[in-house]
Structures are given as C-alpha cells and as structure tokens.
C-alpha cells in the first residue's frame, strides 16, 4: 500500500521531488498556547479504522477526479460534522476549484527531421510517435522548426561551477540534452541521491530560460541489461505547462544528428561523467539539419474540494495542521509499480495515516471548543500542497477571521 511516484532513476531526487501534484488535506487547528491538559488519548484502534476505511475499495485509491476522492471526502465531511466543527468552506465545508487530472495526446504529434537540399530544406524523414519519440505530458503545445544544438545533461548550477549552456547559443533552438545528471555533481552536493538539477521539468525550465523553443531528451549511456524504452505519456507529471516543447528521443534516432570529430553522443557522454566539466559545445549537426517538432495534448479537468472546518478559540490566532488525502487511483501517473497500474493504488502511508492523525486530532480537541488560547480550524484541500493555501485568504474565510497569518503550520504526511 506504500506510495509511488513514477520516476525514472537519477531523474529526480526522491521524497518531495513531485509534492505539488498530491491532494491535501488540512486541519487547521488553533491549538493553545496555553493548552488544557483536559486533552483525551488517542484511540489507536480508531486510528486504523479511519485508515482502513480511506483505503477501501470504494475509494478507487482516491484518485483525483474520481467517484473514490468524492466518497473520502464525504467520509472526512461527516466527521467534522459528527465533532461540532464549523463549516469554513464556501459550500459548507466543501471548497470547490478545478484541477488538472490528466492529459491525452490529440492529432498532429509529430517529429521531422529536414535535410539542406541544394536550394531549400526538404523532408528527409517523419519519425514514429511512440516508437521513435514521445512528447513529455509537461509540454507546452505548438510547433517549431529550428536547428539542433547539443547541451549535455542541459543542467546550469552556479552553486557548483557548472554549466553545459556555456558557450552555446540556443535562442529559438532546439536543444538535445541527456537524462539523469554527472555521477559528480551529485558528489558535490553533498547528496547520496540526484540533486535537483536532474529533474526533467528542471531542465525543461532552464532550456526556455536560455531562450530555446524546444528541449529533447536522451537515455544516453544504458546500463547492462538495460534498453532504450521511451517513458509511457504521463496523464499529469509535473506543471501544467513549462512554456516550451518537451519530448524523448530513442538514442538511435539522434545518433545522426550530432558528431564530435567522429565521437558519438556515449563517447562525448562519458567525458563529462569522467570529468564533471561540459564538453556540450563540441557536438554539432552532422550535415546541415533542421528538426520540425510538433506538439499538441489535450489537458483534462475536474473539480475537486478542499474540505475546511475549523474550532473556535479565545483568540483570532490559529495553527494549521495538514494532510493531503488524495493518492494514485489505478496508477496511471506516477506509479512506480508498472505491472499494477490499472489496479488500485490504496495509499495507506500517502496519505490515509496523515488523513486518519488529522481526524483524531480533530477528535481531540473538538471538546475543548471555546476553551483554546488560539482557534482551530480544519481543512481538506486539492492537489499538490499548492492548494494548501487555496482559498486561505477567500471572502468566506476572512468573515471567520481565517485571513491572518497562522501562528503554525504542520502537515501530517506518512510518505517520506
């Protein structure tokens, strides 16, 4: 029941690298500074009931968008109300806004590679979607036709004394750069894992900062046993849109777009991973090129609720307690268990024992309305932390003196 993210290894760092797509759930509790010690005991056993009962079947791994989501929600709802806790939502208790829950690949994907004739370019080859190339669900749509500029492991960090932009002008290009990161960066980091430069929305972003149009990605080197698989089209990785065009190529399909006095991109590869200092500068065209890419993917959306109650106080000071309770549904984004997706991802650690601490919290305290230094207030938001602020400074919240600033936050989360 252990939570995943799909991820590919030395692509991002792991634990909080995707923590704006989970759904949150909040309790925001204005607990005393001068707490009662009339304070219950936590019920261990009604603890793994609510866990068991968020996890359930029914709830379809609360999947955003789903009957399974609206199920827990109403779960959570009903027990606010069974507390006495006061509605601080704009229907209610519920808060509704829209999300995206998906994305689906329309018409016109297309790559196009366009070889200098004697007077004009003209076509040379139409790669294959899915077989040659795949667009990443992170694109932005469009389409570009430019020249092809090698950039490395496309990673700019000042921090270490490392840039593969160096030297290379990519203003409305199209940028070729490799997964994963040099072995040595990480090293200097400090960190066992990838630093956050290994990122692919991370590269995306640092591509189009440098002025690209287009960023293509590369498995580059594999390991033993290891084959040049493009990613399956994720339904919702990363933002909604980085404002350039992203896509992965097989390696075999860029072999011939880049040289370096006959090395090929593994050698050129294998002398930044040795070195840890870009090299990005000497791969170029093999012959005079052109990449035509085109993108176009279809967003799909829902509306879910952040859920928010709250329990008064002597004060207008509050402090936030949080858990996001939404997870994976059937895993088609963002499971690390490709064999089950389909399958119902319950989602026991991220996030049902948060949701379930929340509630007992709630329980707790929920006697001692009125009798609190600083108020409390509970609430259940969407996707991605990002929504643990939504509505925090709404009309209906500043009515109930939920506008100032919390003395604390605290989000309960059981994935790592």
Partial sequence: MNSARTKEKGDLPRGRGRVQLI?????????AGDTPTTVGTADEQRFLTDIKSLTAAPMEGRGDGTKGLTRAAHLIEQRYKSLGLQPAGKNGFFQPFEVITGAQLKPSNDLREDVQG???????????????????????????????????????????????YAGLTVKDGIVVVLRKEPPGLAAKSGRAEPSPHAGLVTKAINARNHGAKAI????????????????RFETSEGPIDVGILCLQVKNNVASSWL??????????????????????????????????????????????????????????????????????????????????????????????????GV??????????????????SHSAAGQGCRNAQHGHDRPYQRRKGLHRRPRHRHHLSGHP
């Fill in 216 to 231: 293509i990605f590369l498995n580059g080197i594999l390991e033993a046993g290891e084959d040049d698989v493009l990613p």
């Fill in 259 to 356: 040289h370096a006095d006959g090395k090929s991109v593994a050698d050129v590869q294998k002398g930044i991973d040795e070195s840890t200092e870009p090299t990005s500068a000497f791969l170029h065209p093999s012959f005079p090129l052109n990449l035509t890419v085109s993108v176009n993917i279809e967003r799909l959306h829902a509306i879910v609720n952040n859920i928010l109650a709250y329990l008064p106080g002597k004060t207008d000071e509050y402090v936030i307690l949080g858990a996001h309770y939404d997870h994976l549904g059937r895993g088609q984004s963002h499971s690390l268990a490709p064999s089950k997706i389909g399958q119902i991802h319950p989602g026991a650690d991220d996030n049902a024992s948060g949701t379930a």
């Fill in 23 to 31: 759904f949150v759930f909040f309790a925001l509790s204005l607990i």
């Fill in 359 to 376: 509630l007992e919290l709630a329980r707790l305290f929920a006697p001692l309305k009125g009798q609190l230094q600083r108020q409390e």
């Fill in 118 to 164: 004697a007077d004009s370019f003209h076509a040379r080859e139409n790669f294959k979607l899915n077989e040659d190339f795949v667009p990443l669900s992170f694109s932005a749509n469009g389409s570009v036709s430019s020249s092809v500029v090698f950039a490395g492991y496309g990673i700019t960090a000042p921090e270490f004394g490392y840039d593969d």
